[in-house]
């Protein structure tokens, strides 16, 4: 079994030295080999191997609320994916978002990963890596996909990032929990949903 070594979180590259970024076919070519495993949580961003962060309860329920509410509302020949790889050959990445809206049936990827112009809607739920999220607009917006919500759950909001131009999404929209967001699917507003359907439950206060 192949292991990485990973530098301590204060280390940062010396001056002069420039770390080697992957092309996403030298990645996919990785994971076939076994090099890297579900284990190693690991995806490719912007030629960068970037680990995955561990969920905490109220992610993996915000996550799971999302996915089933967007589901809910999709018209016929769109599929929510959770956790799935998108290939963005152009930016040397291949993320895996917590939920991305698909065009067509789980069938059709089975012999690839569907990429920019299959994806309507990318959504990343948020607690402590809210900053990462927000970076990764540069990398969605960078290769079209319409619509990139952030479920900020620290703030008990909702980001959302639409109608990338020139390879950038303008300044995004923030939605407080009392409001409620439009489901834009291919252009068209299929759905409107309450931010508060997309957030777990407020903590209990108190002993």
């Known amino acids: 079994m192949t292991t990485l070594a990973h530098p301590p979180a204060t280390w940062t590259l010396p001056p002069g030295l420039v770390p080697y970024r992957l092309r996403v076919d030298q990645y996919e070519a990785m994971v076939d080999a076994g090099i890297f495993t579900k284990h190693d949580r690991l995806e490719l961003i912007e030629g960068l191997l970037v680990a995955k ?15 089933r509410r967007i589901d809910r509302a999709l018209p016929p020949g769109w599929h929510t994916r959770q956790e799935q790889p998108i290939r963005i050959p152009e930016r040397e990445s291949e993320p895996e978002p917590d939920i991305a809206v698909a065009r067509g049936e789980v069938e059709d990827y089975e012999t ?6 299959d994806i309507a809607l990318v959504v990343e739920v948020a607690r402590l890596s809210v900053a990462a999220d927000r970076a990764m607009a540069r990398t969605y917006g960078g290769c079209g996909i319409p619509v990139y919500w952030i479920v900020n759950v620290a703030d008990r909001q909702l980001e959302v990032y639409a109608g990338p131009t020139e390879g950038a999404y303008p300044e995004p929209t923030i939605l407080p929990e009392s409001a409620t967001v439009e489901l834009i699917i291919a252009g068209e ?8 359907d997309l957030l777990p439950r407020k903590p209990h206060s108190g002993a």
């Open 53 to 67: 962060m561990t969920k905490k309860p109220d992610h993996s329920v915000g996550s799971e609320k999302c996915r």
């Open 112 to 117: 690839r990963h569907p990429g920019p112009a």
């Open 189 to 196: 507003i299929v759905a409107r949903i309450p931010v508060a």
